[in-house]
């Protein structure tokens, strides 16, 4: 599978900032997904994305399919200290079923 | 509805030893697929099976394989550990083919 390049790797920020993340990747993706894990347990999807220029949002959290389809970014705005976490973007191109994952931003927040 | 359940969730083996992990789909689910993440790789894709055929594989040793029983439940095997084997084993299950994929909490594998 092809890696995605995700950064920042980490971020380590006080509660009530906001928060900003991409991805990147040489080839064209239809499905951007965006996923968080905390310790000991498994990705919790966020954000699907299934068009380019789509923007969608969950909460506090805000996700855009890029227009040129290869690259995808995630806003968190006022974050929280329950937002620390791995958060990893994902992408699926049309030639493949499996999904991509990017290496992942670890956030930290302090209150 | 319930979410994806993965047994063990904790497995210690030795090297040359074999394992199965178990991995249960949400209900109505009928694509299973399986990842390993390791901190030096990340996550990567090692198979999906849809209605008991494995449709897709990534690039692992034969050493890993699955399969998938009637009822959806998925089990994947690893024969002769290898120490690089340690990592947690996620599966994820997904209503169709290019539906989103929602993970388990996934098995801690240690090979010693």
């Not at chain 2, 063990?8 to 074999?18: A, C, D, E, V």
């Not at chain 2, 991995?23 to 099976?49: A, D």
């Not at chain 2, 994820?92 to 240690?110: C, E, H, I, K, V």
Request: glycine share 10%.
């Amino acid at each position: 599978g092809q890696q995605l390049n995700q950064s920042p790797q980490s971020m380590f920020i006080q509660e009530g900032e906001d928060v900003s993340m991409n991805c990147t990747s040489s080839s064209i993706f239809n499905t951007w997904l965006w996923y968080k894990q905390e310790p000991g347990e498994g990705p919790v999807l966020l954000i699907a994305l299934y068009k380019a220029g789509e923007l969608t949002s969950n909460g506090r959290l805000t996700a855009q399919f890029g227009i040129t389809r290869k690259d995808s970014f995630l806003n968190i705005s006022a974050s929280i200290p329950s937002d620390v976490g791995i958060y990893f973007c994902a992408g699926r191109s049309n030639s493949g079923y499996a999904l991509n994952f990017g290496k992942g931003t670890s956030l930290l927040v302090t209150p | 509805k319930a979410g994806v359940t993965q047994t063990p969730r904790y497995l210690i083996k030795t090297r040359g030893q074999q394992v199965t992990l178990s991995c249960s789909p949400i209900s109505g689910h009928r694509s299973v697929s399986w990842y390993q993440q390791t901190p030096g790789q990340g996550l990567q894709f090692l198979f999906e099976y849809f209605s008991e055929t494995q449709r897709n594989k990534g690039n692992f040793p034969g050493r890993f394989s699955g399969r998938q029983f009637s009822n959806s439940r998925s089990e994947m095997n690893v024969s002769t550990l290898e120490l690089g084997d340690s990592a947690l084993y996620l599966c994820a299950s997904s209503a169709g083919d290019t539906d989103t994929q929602y993970f388990g909490p996934g098995t801690r594998l240690t090979v010693l």
